[in-house]
């Protein structure tokens, strides 16, 4: 059976797996695994956290099928889980103390022409950037130092490259608050990483 | 309309890379940014930064991960059944 049920939409496999056909939700989580943990992996601080994130989530999609009731895509309702359970994830843990990022925030002059950015540091050399490792920690010391509100969206809409209405709806907010959030975070983001994004002082 | 000034394009860039911009305030932030060199740099990093994190994010799922999953789902009742 397992190789017939792969023509099938997410959301006829889920009614089938509903109504009691373990290969068809073994087919949902073959499609979606590799998704889920990348962006489990981008929501946490750990490979073992984003290995607890994807369990639970598709523990949890197993468990809530019935209440799955096709209004938004199958897709949209396991990141809504997974956002969760990443969510409830650091609410468990001691918090890590960060500073915030507001100091990268862009600057202006009274005018509210852009004013000088502040010096964060020098600038990574070339061999840096080439770096894939450097870059790699960089990244992830940036997405940590990030608030919960801004990191989620942050990643649904621009890492894992959801339209803003897919991310709204992920996350149960307004096209207008994820705009919010994801701009506040591409420009803390944008200050943080100023050495590598080729920002002129 | 308000002269459009480097603060208040910056407030609305996400509309704008969205195409949720009014025409007019579309134009207008155009016009600022063809003109401004610091706007033109930092339009340039705004748009590089998403790029940058999402190539130094890329994972893929260890397989002995997919396997863990597997197991522990085959270990499950019926789907759908259990509501607990």
Redesign the interface.
Known sequence: MKGTTIAFSDEALARR??????SA??TL?ERH??RV??LA??LTRS?ADA?EV??ET??RA??R??SFRGEAEFSTWLYRIATNAARMLHRGRARHPTAPLDEYL?R?DR????ARDVDHGRAADAEEILD?KY??R???E??ERLPERYRTP?VLR??E?MP?AEVASVLEVSNEVV??R??RA??M??GY??H?????P | MKKTTCRNGVRVLMQYTDGVLPDSRRSAVEDHVGACRRCKGFVRSYAETPRILREATVTRMPERIGRRLHRMLVALPTPGRDRS
């Not at chain 1, 797996?17 to 373990?22: E, I, Q």
């Not at chain 1, 005018?111 to 852009?114: E, T």
């Not at chain 1, 590598?196 to 002129?200: A, I």
């Open positions: 797996a509903m109504a009691g056909d373990r939700f073994e989580v695994q590799e943990y990348r992996r981008r490979p290995e994807l369990q598709f523990l197993y468990r099928l019935s862009p202006f005018q509210g022409m852009h894939r870059l790699a960089r990244a992830k940036a997405l942050f621009d890492l490259e803003t705009r919010q994801v701009h591409r420009l983001l944008r990483l100023s590598l994004v080729g920002v002129e």
